[in-house]
């Protein structure tokens, strides 16, 4: 079944305002929350650095968190969908959907998806505020992500049994003003969820570890 992005809202449906607001929950867990877009072809590490980070952000900061992993997703929420490029889209638009929600939820988002369209992108960053949507590209060569190939799926693709694979027959779009470039193709895994949280606490999502609290993250590490 393919997603229909064109169906239209009913004009019974009314948005209802709860009593506890985005910012009342920020408060209570202590930080900003914030959507992490993982982007990058398949192989190019952004499961594992999704769940690292959240690992890091889970054990250090105490934040409340959840990755949503592509695979995960189409075990459920879009277990209806294919791969043809309408359903990608509509793939993407409904994972926006949801992680506005959880944006409102008060938790950081991380999401895993390859989302090869720049437009889908777009239109996620385009839902939610201003500075809510950070875009991470998962750098990394097609070389390397075949070298990788846990799943053998280039392989399969090459082959021609997995129609519609980007990066082999259908395309990647690179992002072109991402908010941070992660080098998953080359650097170790610590490094890059280092520049992930590093760039969270410049940016004010994430609170400044304090002296004490320095000292017991890097005793534990």
Not at 62 to 69: G, I, K, M, S
């Amino acid at each position: 079944m393919s997603g229909d992005t064109g169906m239209k809202k009913s004009s019974n449906v009314v948005w209802h305002q709860g009593l506890v607001t985005r910012e009342m929950r920020e408060r209570q867990n202590g930080h900003k929350s914030v959507i992490l877009w993982f982007t990058g072809l398949s192989g190019s590490g952004k499961s594992t650095l999704a769940h690292a980070v959240e690992k890091r952000l889970h054990e250090e900061f105490n934040c409340a968190t959840y990755v949503f992993d592509g695979d995960n997703v189409r075990h459920g929420l879009c277990s209806d969908l294919g791969f043809t490029e309408e359903d990608r889209r509509e793939n993407i638009r409904r994972i926006g959907e949801m992680v506005k929600l959880f944006l409102d939820a008060g938790v950081i988002s991380l999401t895993a998806f390859i989302s090869p369209f720049r437009q889908d992108r777009q239109r996620v960053r385009d839902l939610v505020g201003e500075g809510d949507f950070v875009e991470i590209y998962c750098k990394a060569s097609l070389e390397v992500c075949e070298q990788r190939d846990v799943k053998g799926l280039y392989k399969r693709a090459r082959a021609g049994e997995i129609p519609n694979f980007t990066g082999i027959s259908s395309p990647y779009e690179e992002p072109e003003n991402p908010e941070l470039v992660v080098e998953t193709g080359s650097l170790p895994l610590e490094a890059c969820v280092d520049q992930v949280i590093d760039y969270l606490q410049n940016h004010g999502d994430l609170p400044r570890l304090r002296g004490h609290e320095q000292q017991r993250a890097v005793a534990a590490g």
